[in-house]
């Protein structure tokens, strides 16, 4: 199995901070990676496919970066909705997995 | 819009078979553009992706899991299925399915989930 990490686990900041999340996969995922969002109580939903793509409706303050093993997912200027444990996930090869999740609080 | 609603009972005794549904409105089960996961979450912890089913009837499951479950579809309730056999409080979770589009890599959208605990 891939496995995912992420750093940093937990992380505290201000609105309109610039905030950056790494997610580093055990093995190559090309560009099979996806960033999740989560609020306590919900499901998760995605924000960014296929490393960069920003999904539809998903603000532009979010983008996503990285190749190969290491990549980032960067909010721009931190908003109170922003809340919540991001994921990443690789849909390279199955078993698909997910990170741990970064928790950002204010 | 698709929506997915999980259902299924909250509780089960350890050793028994949880067996959860998600019915599926606004896409069909049966569409060759979708594919049908179910991802669980242990209370407070990350999430495990559990198998994939799909629109031919195949299935792909996690290796940690099988043995132990199974995913089917029924068309004519346009409706997932997933059972966990021999389940033991470590499959305590709250159960999530979700789609996945062809041509895509990603689940969305997810069910709300439904909590199922493990206990005597």
């Known amino acids: 199995d891939i496995q995912m990490t992420q750093s940093p686990s937990s992380l505290s900041a201000s609105v309109g901070d610039r905030v950056t999340l790494t997610c580093r996969a055990s093995?190559?995922?090309?560009?099979?990676i996806s960033w999740y969002h989560q609020k306590p109580g919900k499901a998760p939903y995605v924000l960014i496919a296929?490393?960069?793509n920003l999904q539809s409706g998903v603000p532009l303050r979010f983008s996503g970066s990285g190749s190969v093993t290491d990549f980032t997912l960067t909010i721009s200027s931190l908003q109170p909705e922003d809340f919540g444990t991001y994921f990443c996930?690789?849909?390279?090869?199955?078993?698909?997995?997910f990170g741990p999740g970064t928790t950002v609080d204010f | 819009q698709v929506q997915l609603q999980e259902s299924g009972p909250g509780l089960v005794r350890p050793s028994q078979t949880l067996s959860l549904t998600c019915t599926v409105s606004?896409?069909?089960?049966?569409?060759?553009?979708?594919?049908w996961s179910w991802i669980r979450q242990p209370a407070g912890k990350g999430l495990e992706w559990i198998g994939r089913?799909?629109?031919?009837?195949?299935?792909f499951f996690n290796p940690s899991l099988r043995g132990r479950v199974a995913m089917w579809r029924d068309s004519s309730k346009n409706q997932l299925s997933l059972t966990l056999k021999s389940v033991t409080a470590a499959d305590t979770a709250v159960y999530f399915c979700?789609?996945?589009?062809?041509?895509?890599?990603?689940?969305?959208?997810w069910g709300q989930g439904t909590l199922v605990t493990v206990t005597s």
């Open positions: 996930q690789q849909s390279y090869s199955v078993p698909f997995t």
């Open positions: 979700a789609r996945t589009s062809h041509g895509s890599n990603f689940f969305a959208p």
């Open positions: 093995l190559s995922v090309s560009g099979y």
């Open positions: 296929s490393v960069s």
């Open positions: 089913l799909y629109s031919s009837g195949a299935t």
């Open positions: 606004g896409a069909s089960v049966t569409s060759d553009d979708y594919y």
